[in-house]
């Protein structure tokens, strides 16, 4: 049975923008998601429709120590995290991309795994926060998106997933079949929504916030 959150209160609500960096939108990146780069308009639109409803918006950037001590199996998986051409703290590569809508005050939470959970103060924010829902938006679907939504819920956060403004890129075939970006961000949502999170459109979502209204 899918999850469905009926409510929204957006004093207890935190939008959570995964890994939306230069080493994965830029095009060209080493670690390039050009379906993430595509959906930099409709996730600005959850950004500041998030802004106008008075929910906090934090990001987060995935970097390593440019030494390697702290890549773990990372340097394993991704040549490019390996010979230090991306997701080495300190380069361009690791900054919010220049279209997204980040202002200089958000929260910027700096993550070495796929959770955004896992070794950060994220935890201890949300709760100071007094937050009760965490919205997940970024890339890409089957790996950060996914460990962080599902971290959340493990920890009782009522946990919403973007469907629109998530995104990965193609997997080559490792022995298992090779699948498309669409693909993997589908499978990825079918198993988010049957098991972890709320799943949902940026329309349905901002759909349900408040407007504000001028004075």
Do not use: W
Not at 51 to 80: C, E, K, N, Q, S
């Amino acid at each position: 049975m899918p999850l469905d959150i009926a409510r929204l209160d957006p004093a207890r609500t935190v939008l959570l923008v995964i890994d939306m960096q230069n080493d994965f939108l830029q095009p060209g990146a080493p670690l390039e998601s050009a379906a993430g780069r595509a959906m930099i308009p409709t996730l600005n639109i959850a950004i500041e429709s998030c802004r106008t409803a008075g929910i906090p918006v934090l990001f987060t950037t995935h970097v390593h120590r440019r030494t390697g001590a702290d890549m773990g199996a990372f340097a394993r998986l991704y040549p490019p995290v390996a010979t230090r051409s991306a997701l080495i703290d300190g380069t361009p590569g690791v900054d919010i991309h220049p279209d997204v809508a980040r202002l200089d005050t958000d929260e910027l939470i700096k993550k070495h795994r796929y959770s955004a959970f896992f070794d950060t103060d994220l935890d201890t924010l949300l709760r100071g926060m007094d937050t009760s829902t965490v919205v997940v938006a970024g890339v890409t679907t089957e790996d950060c998106v996914q460990s962080t939504a599902r971290d959340a819920m493990f920890r009782n956060f009522d946990t919403v997933v973007l469907s629109d403004a998530c995104a990965t890129y193609d997997h080559p075939d490792l022995g298992y079949g090779a699948m498309t970006a669409d693909q993997v961000h589908t499978a990825s949502l079918v198993v988010l929504a049957q098991s972890t999170a709320h799943v949902t459109t940026v329309q349905q979502f901002t759909s349900r916030l408040p407007v504000a209204h001028p004075a």
